[in-house]
C-alpha cells in the first residue's frame, strides 16, 4: 500500500523543489533522504506510514540559505505537505505526526523531534549533511551563492571566528562538524561519527594543500 503512496508523494515532492531555489535540496536529496528513512525505521521500528511521507515531502517548501525567514521553511512544508495529505485522502490520524516530523527536521527551526518518527526523519535529513555526500552538497552550495571557498588568509578557522554567511569552508566549523552529537538513534549516530571522521580528513588534507606541503608523489 505504502508503494503506492510513495508514487504520488514523489511526484508532489519533484513538482515543489521545480521551485527550490538552490541545488543542494533537488529530488536526489529527497531520495537519499527517503532511502535513510526507509533503513533507520527498520531498526528502529518507526512508523513507516508516518515517517515515508515526511522523508518525501520535507523540502516541499525551501526558501533561500540566505533568506531571513529560512527558519520558516520547515512549518511551511508542513502546512503545505498536510494539505496535500488531506487532498489525497491519506490517513488523518496520522496527518499530525507528518507536518510534526516534517517541521522537527530543520536544523534552523530549531524544534525538537518529539517522536521517535521525527528523530528518524531528522537523524535521516542530517546523514546527507555529513561525509562525502555532505562534501559535495556544501559546496556545490556555496557556489551556487557565490561565495569564496575560504579566507586566503586563514583558510580553516583557528585565530578567527568561523562565518559560513561569507566562506563555504566555515559551513563544516559553525554546523556540520557539530552534527553527529546530536543524532538521536543509535543506527543513526554511528553512521554520522563516521561521516564526520571522513568530513575531517578532507579538511586535514585541505589544510595541508593550501599549506604549499609537497604531495606524496613530489616528495
Known amino acids: 500500500m505504502l508503494l503506492d503512496w510513495d508514487a504520488r508523494f514523489e511526484q508532489f515532492a519533484e513538482?515543489?523543489?521545480g521551485e527550490?531555489?538552490?541545488p543542494a535540496h533537488d529530488l536526489?536529496?529527497?531520495?537519499?533522504?527517503?532511502?535513510?528513512?526507509?533503513l533507520l525505521a527498520e531498526l528502529e521500528d518507526a512508523n513507516p506510514a508516518v515517517v515515508l511521507p515526511a522523508a518525501w515531502l520535507h523540502d516541499c517548501v525551501i526558501l533561500p540559505k540566505d533568506s531571513p525567514q529560512r527558519a520558516q521553511a520547515s512549518r511551511?512544508?508542513?502546512a503545505r505537505a498536510g494539505d496535500f495529505l488531506r487532498r489525497i485522502a491519506y490517513t488523518p490520524s496520522l496527518i499530525p505526526a507528518i507536518e510534526h516530523a516534517i517541521v522537527a527536521h530543520s536544523f534552523s527551526a530549531g524544534i525538537p523531534p518529539q517522536t521517535l518518527e521525527a528523530q528518524v526523519v531528522q537523524d535521516a535529513d542530517r546523514l546527507d549533511a555529513l561525509g562525502a555526500i555532505g562534501i559535495a552538497r556544501t559546496l556545490m552550495l556555496g557556489g551556487a551563492m557565490g561565495k569564496p571557498l575560504y579566507d586566503e588568509d586563514e583558510p580553516l578557522p583557528q585565530s578567527r571566528?568561523?562565518?559560513d554567511r561569507v566562506y563555504v569552508i566555515d559551513h563544516f566549523y559553525t554546523k556540520l562538524l557539530r552534527l553527529a552529537e546530536m543524532f538521536h538513534t543509535a543506527a543513526g549516530r554511528r553512521e554520522a561519527e563516521r561521516r564526520t571522521r571522513l568530513m575531517r580528513s578532507y579538511l586535514a588534507e585541505l589544510e595541508r594543500e593550501l599549506s604549499g606541503?609537497?604531495?606524496p608523489a613530489f616528495e
Open 15 to 17: 513538482q515543489s523543489l
Open 20 to 22: 527550490a531555489p538552490d
Open 28 to 38: 536526489a536529496h529527497i531520495r537519499r533522504v527517503v532511502a535513510n528513512v526507509r
Open 76 to 78: 511551511l512544508a508542513a
Open 161 to 163: 571566528v568561523a562565518d
Open 213 to 215: 606541503a609537497l604531495l
